[in-house]
């Protein structure tokens, strides 16, 4: 499995790390939709006054995203060695998705595994 423990000054640096931790677009796919089903049941409890549905954004999303990292990608989630810009790289990641560039993810990834010999 992925080392986690690499050091980054900035995002900026990161970035091209976490993106290549999702090398595989099933693990890119995977994480969107369990981040959208997450936020769509936590919006769902919000609106019919039942706040205890906000755990579902933690619990779908990483529920679904942990072993899409272990079975898919083969490596360890990068929110193990940095978990604030991991969520932060999540959500850039699906917004470039939602934008319909994961093509240009999949070619940060591929540069950044071929410049750092992974």
């Known amino acids: 499995m992925g080392k986690t ?3 980054f000054d900035t995002f900026e640096e990161f970035w091209p790390y976490y993106v290549a931790m999702h090398s595989k677009a099933a693990t890119r796919w ?3 939709t369990g981040t959208l089903t997450g936020l769509a049941v936590s919006a769902y409890g919000v609106a019919r006054g039942r706040r205890r549905y906000l755990a ?10 942990w072993p899409a ?7 360890n989630p990068a929110t193990f ?13 699906i917004a ?8 240009e993810l999949a070619e940060t990834a591929a540069k950044w595994l071929s410049e750092n010999g992974a």
């Open 5 to 7: 423990t690499r050091e």
């Open 30 to 32: 995977v994480h969107l």
């Open 56 to 65: 579902a954004l933690p619990l779908i999303g990483y529920g679904t995203a």
């Open 69 to 75: 990292h272990f079975l898919i990608e083969g490596n």
């Open 81 to 93: 060695g940095h978990p604030a810009w991991s969520l932060r790289g999540d959500l850039k990641m």
């Open 96 to 103: 470039t998705m939602l934008a319909g560039r994961d093509a």
